[in-house]
């Protein structure tokens, strides 16, 4: 079974526009002039390498659906968001915006006539994006093909039905204003902070969310359940959990471009944010990215959650579990947990293994998965699905196996965890 290491840095969760830019009259005001611009083919060429950088395909675009035509259901705790058609159709999209209207949604998390936009879309991060970024990405979005195509309304519960409560939620949580470079950092680190807490909006899914939906510049990247898709997104600033502190440049940039590395796989929602994103940028700016990730790995690891389960009960669920893992594992990651890194990564030692949460080992085991097929590697390696043929103890086994087997000191499991993830959403 092929378990990641870490689903470190999206820049995905995935989540570039929740429920975020719907068609609205654009103010009249006159059009931005382009004389201190570049030429408008390569303005264009340059947003969409940003518009990838801020995996805007993955929310703007439906499974079989066309182009940033949005549509695409979010399910959330408060109920159910639709993604908005970004083309440039006059009727439907923002065919009539021009460019300060799409950079106040961006900095301002409002619509041009003011309105205030659910802050499932992470304007929280896009606030951080430079006025120039923001041009070139519009200057992209003209150049698509428009798609006439009305944006379904938001099926929300009472009473976050009720857009007047935004208001007070941006009072909590919202930090409006670009990034600014830390004169004390090098230049790389600072491009790749930008990336980071900007355009890749990490921290939508590597901070914790409360129960207003909203979080705590003072947990950033420390990690928390992503409530929408069922995963956990580990922290990444604790060496326990996805924290990048003790891997080299190379690993973080591989597991970043390729999706595998020495040290990890990806899978789950990180995968799709390789796969839509992390692949297509350059190297600089990759290597930025994991200087920047690297840096972040320094923070007290949290001490792993105990088990709610006997002691007896751990033990006995530990020897079924090894033997589970001998007729169904153990060929592909040893014997004794060391793997066949890049494809077949380790047990023994895993980071990912032994974290608080036992989400993503469980999610693995029931589901399988692959890593995302890249430029860097084309043909990935996958793991195949036991939910068909391990029962809910079975899994429970196998997992706390892995979690306690070979110095790895995650807490066990119980049964009841793999069936409440039985039933998840596969995407």
């Known amino acids: ?80 968001l639709y993604t908005s058609n970004i083309t440039p159709d006059p009727e439907t999209g923002i065919g009539k915006w021009n460019a300060d209207d799409f950079y106040a949604t961006m900095h301002n998390g409002r619509f041009p006539d003011g309105g205030l936009i659910y802050p499932a879309m992470p304007f929280g991060s896009y606030t951080k994006v430079t006025r120039k970024d923001s041009d070139a990405i519009f200057a992209y979005l003209k150049t698509v093909p428009p798609v006439k195509q009305a944006n379904r309304p938001h099926d929300l519960k009472f009473p976050y039905n009720n857009r007047s409560l935004i208001l ?19 230049d790389e680190w600072n491009r790749g902070a930008y990336l980071v807490e900007g355009l890749g909006h990490c921290g939508m899914c590597h901070t914790a969310i409360n129960a207003l939906g909203g979080s705590s510049e003072s947990e950033a990247f420390q990690g928390g359940l992503i409530p929408m898709q069922n995963w956990y997104a580990p922290s990444l600033t604790s060496n326990k959990e996805a924290g990048l502190g003790d891997w080299s440049i190379k690993d973080i940039t591989d597991l970043l471009k390729t999706g595998v590395s020495a040290r990890g796989v990806v899978f789950g929602p990180m995968a799709e944010v390789v796969y839509n994103s992390l692949q297509y940028l350059s190297d600089d700016d990759v290597r930025a990215m994991a200087v920047y990730l690297k840096s972040l ?84 390696y996958g793991m195949p699905p036991f939910a068909q043929s391990l029962s809910d103890d079975e899994v429970a086994a196998v997992v706390t196996y892995i979690r306690t087997a070979w110095g790895n000191r995650g807490a066990a499991v119980s049964a009841h965890e793999a069936n409440a993830l039985r039933a998840a959403p596969l995407d």
């Not at 006995?316 to 990564?345: F, N, Q």
């Not at 990912?352 to 993503?360: D, E, K, L, P, R």
């Open 1 to 80: 079974m092929t378990i990641s290491t870490s689903y470190n840095a999206k820049i995905l969760a995935l989540a570039i526009g929740l429920a975020a830019v719907a068609t609205a009259t654009s103010s009249t005001r006159a059009e931005d002039t382009t004389s201190a611009q570049p030429p408008a083919a390569s303005l264009a060429a340059q947003g969409e390498y940003l518009a990838r950088a801020g995996d805007c395909i993955a929310c703007h675009t439906k499974p079989e659906g066309k182009l940033f035509a949005g549509g695409r259901p979010m399910p959330t705790p408060f109920g159910t």
């Open 168 to 186: 007070g939620w941006r009072t909590l949580f919202f930090y409006q204003g670009e990034y600014k470079p830390d004169p004390k950092q090098s």
């Open 297 to 380: 790995g320094q923070g007290a690891p949290p001490q792993p959650a105990a088990s709610n389960l006997p002691s007896s009960e751990s033990s006995l669920l530990s020897v079924l579990g090894k033997t589970i893992y001998d007729r169904h594992c153990a060929s592909c990651h040893g014997a004794e947990g060391l793997g066949k890194p890049p494809h077949y990564p380790p047990l023994a030692g895993n980071q990912s293994i032994q974290m608080s949460s036992a989400v993503n080992p469980i999610r693995m085991v029931l589901n399988g998965g692959y890593p995302p097929g890249t430029a860097g590697n084309p043909m990935p």
